[in-house]
């Protein structure tokens, strides 16, 4: 018999009884020396864990209603050797043991996490060409008529994308009639050149750069990629239903990675370099709107909050230029300022008003 003191409710009365435990053969008698009572057997197997807590230990009866049985302190080894254990962490963390099972979270996180960056650039291919199409077309609605239009400006523009887009891989390339210094591309391959970057620029070169650049976007479909690691499946799903605004929303405050900007980038001075346009005005571009002081109000606009700048993207433009080669201006200077006249000069175009979306 052990000295091992326990305490036990019966489950017929709510008498609480210090009894001994009496092992026998596949289970144990309880009994109480000062009362001499004396419990029914008990199967080891019976038992079911009530609760587990520092050095006390409490169990019940699988098939007697208000049966107990606890003790404080280290159970002696032949009794511990028949209690259940319960689940300390778990029970498949109890199974595997709390460091392997903290290793498995660690790696499931991990997953979770990658899946949620590289997942929407393995999707936004698979996305059907014309559902990204209706996209974009729909949040070309909420421009509401910024789009500038005269006769010598859209042959300019016209110019500008033969000379950089050769291939027709952007589906249309527009000017707006709004003052903040962007650019932005939409699903479905529409490129969209703000008038305030126009302005801002101080040749065709530079604004030729940012056009390379967007067309990078387009080649590499980043903007769907963005938009889903953004919002979600909804994206897709929804198409272009009424939440094209809010998509615009999203393609507006998209900030790409930087394997997507510097991709974007070798596209830009690449076309540059097959068009015969300097890349060096792009570099000078990025050096003036990045602003070498970090108080600048410069380094807040538009372009550069969803086009994040580097001392290394400026340099790879500056890097690019071949010292022996004749460049040609991307667009003559009446073309030049066509352009820049476009927005000005068109009677129908919407004019701006505080907040564009």
């Known amino acids: 018999m052990s000295d091992f ?67 404080s302190g280290e159970a002696p080894p032949d009794i511990a050797a028949h209690l259940p254990t319960g689940e300390r962490y778990g029970r498949w963390i109890d199974r595997f043991g709390l460091w392997p099972a903290a290793g498995i979270f660690t790696v499931a996180a991990a997953l979770i996490v990658w899946g949620a960056l590289e997942a929407p650039a393995v999707i936004a291919p698979l996305v059907p060409q014309s559902w990204e199409n209706r996209m974009g077309d729909a949040m070309v609605g909420d421009f509401g008529g910024r789009f500038c239009h005269t006769p010598a400006g859209d042959a300019a523009l016209e110019r500008l994308a033969a000379r950089i887009d050769p291939g027709h891989e952007a589906r249309d390339i527009s000017l707006a009639n709004i003052p903040m210094v962007n650019a932005v591309t939409l699903p479905g391959g529409r490129i969209i050149l703000f008038d305030g970057l126009v302005q801002q620029a101080k040749s065709a070169d530079e604004v030729a750069g940012v056009l390379g650049h967007e067309l990078g976007h387009v080649r590499h479909r980043d903007t769907m990629t963005g938009l889903i690691r953004q919002l979600g499946l909804s994206v897709v799903l929804g198409g272009a239903g009424g939440n094209a605004g809010n ?19 070798g596209v830009a001075i690449d076309q540059m370099r097959g068009a015969g346009i300097s890349p060096a005005a792009t570099a000078a571009f990025f050096d003036r709107i990045g602003g070498k002081d970090e108080g600048t109000e410069a380094r807040a606009i538009s372009w550069l909050s969803s086009h994040p700048l580097s001392a290394e993207r400026r340099r790879r433009f500056a890097a690019a230029v071949e010292p022996e080669t004749s460049y040609r201006p991307a667009l003559d200077q009446a073309q030049w300022q066509a352009l820049r006249a476009s927005c000005a000069s068109d009677p129908k175009v919407a004019k701006f008003w505080g907040k564009p979306f």
């Open 5 to 71: 003191r326990l305490w036990h409710y019966d489950g017929a009365s709510a008498v609480r009884r210090n009894v001994l435990l009496r092992t026998a053969g596949t289970g144990f008698v309880l009994e109480e020396p000062e009362s001499g009572w004396t419990g029914l057997p008990i199967d080891w197997s019976d038992l079911t864990v009530i609760g587990l807590q520092d050095d006390r230990s409490a169990y019940g009866h699988k098939a007697i209603p208000g049966w107990r049985l606890g003790f």
């Open 247 to 265: 998509y615009l929303n999203g393609v507006l405050s998209l900030s790409y990675g930087r394997g997507a900007e510097s991709a974007a980038d």
